[in-house]
């Protein structure tokens, strides 16, 4: 029963071995990508301690490598557990053609006894020659030929197995090596975390002593991020309101007999061209899957209402997503579609609307734009520079994605990373 358990135990695991294969080398590849997010943030904070006057940025992109040393620690913690179920596997591999090594060793031992004792031609031509007929002959000397190939294909399966049998245990030495090595990884990376949460509290006491100004500063920028929102608004709807007195002045020229239509221009819903529904529905089935307004960056505040990182009593609301990206960042297009607006929301900031059909997405915060209002872009062009402060040196991206009027959350939209 014990053989047949271990038996059954390594057919399972053996089945899975493919799978196991298949998701360390997709960590492996998750662990590369965390990694070179960690180089990035450790850029951009850098940059940003090299300007700021405010600690609050710098708390913020501390955060994010916080954030993203316990997800690499919690990567490499996987990488062991695969490793460690792998090495079972090898380990039942080793211990199976062990056994099946001895079986053949101690078959092959007797067979070469018995060999030995009946070895001579002589004894061989007798056992022939001593047939009763001539098809008993014929199937003794085909039997002494099988026999014989027989001892020869049980030395090369002895052959098989030990060779096979070196393999497995080499492979498991190069295990034990690799996981030696993501332990002192793990322990390397969990050693530097704690030392960056001890700098992150040092830096949150710093701040809490400006609480005041800290708590002003973040009224007063929601008190201008309303503006702009509000600005935005209005826009759209003179998008929209545009887009169906085209559609309608259309429509009347396609049908010169019918009454003109008394009732008000929507500013709130498009009704969409053919084309309009198409790029709609197309839009709308990359849901999840749009490229980021930037090559690089972290989401530094989500969507909606967010408590305050330091004063969780603090409410802070957004409309979109601002995603902290490095200085010389390109914004770009997460969707084809037509430029329909470009704005200027003060003399350092500026914006631009492209519609995708009924949806809209809005990129703020670019201190140059490379489009015009009409132009026709397609995914991942770049439409404008994204600014960086002279004040903190952050380089932040605020991202909005509207269906009509109605703001969207753009994490849900944005492919993950």
Known sequence: MPKFLLSLIFICATTFTWAQDSQQEKLEQRKAQIQQEIRDNEKMLQSVKKKEKSAVNVFLIQANKIKLKEKLINTTAKQEKILNNDMYINQLKVNKLKRELAVLKEDYAKMILKSYKSRSEQSRAMFILSSESFLQAYKRAQYLKQYTNFRKNQGLEIQGKTAELVDYNAKLDGQRQVKKKIIAENQKERVTLEIEKKEQQKLVNE?????????????????????????????IREAIAEANRKAAAEKAKDNPGAPASTAPVSSSKIALTPEGKVLAADFKANRGKLPWPVEKGFISLGYGDQPHPLYPSLTVHNSGVEITTEQGATARAVFEGEVSSVMVLSPINRAVMIQHGDYFTVYQ?????????????????????????????KTIIKFLILQNTSNNNPEGWLQNR
Do not use: M
């Open 207 to 235: 701040i809490k002593r400006d609480k005041n100004k800290i708590i002003a500063d973040t009224r007063s920028k929601q008190q201008e991020a309303k503006r702009i929102d509000r600005q935005i608004d209005r826009l």
């Open 365 to 393: 915060n670019l201190s140059q734009v490379f489009v015009s209002k009409g132009d026709k872009v397609n995914i991942k062009q770049s439409i404008g520079k994204v600014r960086t402060s002279g004040d903190t040196g």
